[in-house]
């Protein structure tokens, strides 16, 4: 990405974080590369940890991060939990990341908390038989980078 790219990208990461509260960052799939989403701006604006998503398209990612934002803003988020209804299609729950669990992904995070202090969560949602990535017969591309405990 060269100069410009860049400073259009972060223009556009600022205004969002400034009017919405956050910036989420959608990477597609590619061939043998798990797409994921990230949220830039929730620690600093709602006091709750960013987002980290594994496995699923933009489109349900933004909307998982917005509903995220909506339920937990300003509260404490549940860990290693069943989440009935952060979307009506399936459970999720969080579990923690340590930053350097998540760094060489979340580039725009990186950037814009440079030495500030920050947090993050990966969610975690079940295969299509409805089973998480801790229980026999998982079967789903979803990269777990914390600990599922």
Known sequence: MDDKKK??????????????GYHTTAVLEEIDFTPFAYSTGIFK???????FIS???PNLSGELIENYVSKFKFAEVPLHRKIQNLSDRFAV???????????????TSVKFYENS??????????DLNGKFPNEVGYNYDQKVLGNLK
């Open 93 to 107: 729950y969080f579990i923690s990341l340590k930053n350097s669990d998540v760094e060489e992904y979340a580039l």
């Open 45 to 51: 604006n709602f006091k709750i940890p960013e987002l």
């Open 117 to 126: 202090n920050y947090e993050y969560l990966q969610l975690i949602f079940p």
């Open 7 to 20: 400073e259009d990208y972060f223009n556009k990461v600022y205004k969002n974080i400034k009017n919405k």
């Open 55 to 57: 496995g699923l398209g």
